[in-house]
T-cell receptor
């Protein structure tokens, strides 16, 4: 149990285009979902926290108009990278926190590798 | 969230126990100690967490000192598949965000 999926697993897009990444909790309801970014040989950096039905909370330095996050249901959150540029190329990872009482761990998706050319 | 300190790298022979230390001297009373690992190019995987008592599951054991200022993750019989970056994180848990440090690169060798 407690599986989180991401789609696509990798994507290549041209500079200036937008890319949408989906994060789904497959067998539990996720009250809260998180989006991280990881550059090569670096640790995960939290980008934003999203709660179902409300606006996402972005970390300092993350442009909310560039990284659009939607958490429309308890099993789906999406991250849209708008007007992507080569510096946005990175490994994007989501995680989901079950809202069930007693379940304190977060479960991570397999990640999406974005390459902007 | 409290900051953690981990050695950057460790080596372990396959079949032996891997003991990964973590210092978290500024941990608050309501903060848990979580361990995650990340195998290359994959999403992090939850391993174990604890508040003050030692914990054990099918993957590992977590030993927390009585003053809660440090902990040790123990993989009892390391295999090559345990080669990964291991992250020790302290957080109130649940829906709270995780702050990843640099972790410990564990390399399990034959």
């Amino acid at each position: 149990g407690a599986v989180v999926s991401q789609h696509p697993s990798w994507v290549i897009c041209k500079s200036g285009t937008s890319v949408k990444i989906e994060c789904r909790s497959l067998d539990f309801q996720a009250t809260t979902m998180f989006w991280y970014r990881q550059f090569p040989k670096q640790s995960l950096m939290l980008m934003a926290t999203s709660n179902e039905g409300s606006k996402a909370t972005y970390e300092q330095g993350v442009e909310k108009d560039k990284f659009l996050i939607n958490h429309a249901s308890l099993t789906l959150s999406t991250l849209t990278v708008t007007s992507a540029h080569p510096e946005d190329s990175s490994f994007y990872i989501c995680s989901a926190a079950p809202g069930a009482s007693g379940m304190y761990e977060q479960y991570f998706g397999p990640g999406t590798r974005l390459t902007v050319t | 969230d409290a900051k953690t300190t981990q050695p950057p790298s460790m080596d372990c022979a396959e079949g032996r126990a891997a003991n990964l230390p973590c210092n978290h001297s500024t941990i608050s009373g309501n903060e848990y100690v979580y361990w995650y690992r990340q195998i290359h190019s994959q999403g992090p995987q939850y391993i174990i967490h604890g508040l003050k008592n030692n914990e054990t599951n099918e993957m590992a054991s977590l030993i927390i000192t009585e003053d809660r200022k440090s902990s040790t993750l123990i993989l009892p019989h390391a295999t090559l598949r345990d080669t990964a970056v291991y992250y020790c994180i302290v957080t109130p848990g649940g829906g709270n965000k995780l702050t990843f440090g640099t972790g410990t690169q564990l390399k399990v060798e034959l």
